[in-house]
Nanobody, 125 residues
Framework: QVQLVESGGGLVQAGDSLRLSCAAS????????MGWFRQAPGKEREFVAA????????HYADSVKGRFAISRDNAKKMVYLQMNSLKPEDTAVYYC??????????????????WGPGTQVTVSS
């Protein structure tokens, strides 16, 4: 498995941008499909975005499509989430996740075996 650590969260105003980073350790990082999830207070953890091992395929939740962009740099073992036009409803703890088997649903957290501790994003109105 890979170990993951997120960074880049913070307090911003509505309409601002923020870029989250996820640093991975492990020699087989490039073989993992990577995802970002988020969890708001009192709510379940939800899928935000995912990227294939090569970076050639991406997938987004409808709520962030057109505003967020996921990318990866396999040489640096990094995954990024560029978040633009942030809204108060984007406020949540954001988690980076990894999985080797890409056959299961992206929306199911149980299909991701490695998780970071999370980083808080707060968007004020």
């Amino acid at each position: 498995q890979v170990q993951l650590v997120e960074s880049g969260g913070g307090l911003v105003q509505a309409g601002d941008s923020l870029r989250l980073s996820c640093a991975a350790s492990g020699r087989t990082f490039s073989m993992y499909e990577m995802g970002w999830f988020r969890q708001a207070p009192g709510k379940e953890r939800e899928f935000v975005a995912a990227i294939s091992w090569s970076g050639g395929n991406t997938h987004y939740a409808d709520s962030v499509k057109g505003r967020f962009a996921i990318s990866r740099d396999n040489a640096k073992k990094m995954v990024y989430l560029q978040m633009n036009s942030l809204k108060p409803e984007d406020t949540a703890v954001y988690y980076c996740a990894a999985r080797r088997d890409s056959s299961g649903s992206l929306y199911d957290t149980q299909n991701f075996g490695s998780w970071g501790p999370g980083t808080q994003v707060t968007v004020s109105s």
